[in-house]
């Protein structure tokens, strides 16, 4: 096939041209229950695997697809690895079971149906974000958000989703807790601290840790649900509070996780000081974020995370440097960085003597 060399090839212009549909073919097949379908079929096989899959007139009956168009969002799902398909009949890959059906704890169904439900359509006027550098909540949804106040609707929905950043914090807190040696500190408190992963991550760690989960009062039955199952589960807590309002639970190590990217830098620097002002001496405070390169060329992840915040929330994602600059106006003059090899990254800021 003849190219001309003169130009570069159009691969990569064409990939991510193609991305958004990658993305809504898992979003849609999360949303009509494809995985959760297949999931069914493994748990009710014998010992013998007489049950080798379903049929795509199965999965249209028990899903109320058309049958036609349910072929190709499955044969697309096969594509992208999320099924197997042998002859007629189709099955989760391991990766969709652990990762795209309800009943695993591991799930992120509810970051993808945020995703699917919010996100899309938020990043939709993604142009008036970079025009005006403020999120679409009030353009999309006729509301001023941010999520914490627009996408919880119901208590149900509000629950998928923590379980959707518990599945995140259940492959990013375990390595954020040991990026530092944190034996020396005695007791833990996860400010915003949804389900309690980085708390129960934490204690499993360090056996002479205790730990508070700290969050709204009406986000913590989930993470009572989790403390209930962890190994460490007699020195766990949880407090119902609004660290923006209320006093600091005395702690000696607080935690930020994935929160001060939510934020404009009033409450931001508040938080912060708020902190610092709350730790004794050899305190210390542990931020878990995605933070971006120093020449802002990377990682992606991060950096698309920031668009993410443009269009949903009050904050963006920081460069280390970024990050220091505000822990040093709070107050904090030993600040260090460990970069992971998951999507988050992990800073710890001590409170010096003297």
């Not at 379903?54 to 072929?71: M, R």
């Not at 189709?90 to 996100?119: H, K």
């Not at 929330?313 to 822990?327: A, D, N, P, V, W």
């Amino acid at each position: 096939m003849y190219r001309d060399l003169t130009v570069p090839p159009p691969d990569m212009v064409i990939d991510l041209m193609e991305g958004f549909r990658r993305s809504k073919t898992m979003f849609a097949a999360v949303s009509l229950g494809i995985f959760d379908r297949l999931a069914i079929t493994k748990e009710t096989e014998n010992s013998n695997d007489s049950i080798s899959g379903l049929t795509v007139a199965d999965i249209a009956v028990s899903t109320g697809c058309n049958q036609g168009a349910l072929e190709i969002l499955l044969d697309s799902c096969v594509s992208l690895g999320l099924v197997t398909r042998t002859g007629s009949l189709y099955r989760n890959t391991p990766t969709a079971d652990v990762y795209l059906c309800e009943s695993s704890p591991r799930r992120l169904t509810g970051y993808i149906n945020y995703s699917n439900q919010v996100a899309w359509l938020l990043w939709a006027n993604l142009e008036d974000a970079v025009r005006e550098g403020t999120h679409r909540w009030k353009q999309t949804f006729g509301t001023d958000g941010p999520i914490f106040s627009s996408f919880f609707k119901t208590p149900e929905s509000m629950n998928e989703f923590l379980m959707g950043m518990n599945g995140f914090g259940m492959i990013t807190s375990p390595v954020v807790v040991q990026a530092f040696d944190l034996s020396r500190y005695r007791h833990l408190v996860d400010l915003g601290g949804a389900t309690g992963h980085l708390s129960i991550a934490a204690c499993n760690r360090y056996p002479n840790l205790t730990a508070t989960v700290l969050d709204l009062p009406h986000t913590l039955d989930l993470a009572r649900e989790m403390i209930a199952v962890s190994p460490s589960v007699s020195r766990l807590g949880t407090i119902g509070s609004d660290f923006f309002t209320d006093p600091l639970p005395e702690a000696d190590i607080y935690a930020l996780g994935r929160v001060i990217h939510d934020w404009d830098l009033a409450k931001i620097n508040s938080l912060l000081k708020k902190i610092f002002d709350a730790l004794p001496a050899g305190g210390a405070l542990l931020i878990a974020e995605k933070i971006v390169w120093e020449d802002r060329a990377g990682p992606r992840g991060a950096l698309l995370q920031s668009l993410n915040m443009l269009v949903c929330t009050e904050g963006k994602e920081r460069t280390f440097e970024e990050y220091s600059q505000l822990l040093s106006l709070a107050g904090f003059k030993q600040i260090e960085c460990v970069r992971t090899q998951t999507p988050i990254d992990a800073i710890l800021a001590t409170k010096t003597v003297g």
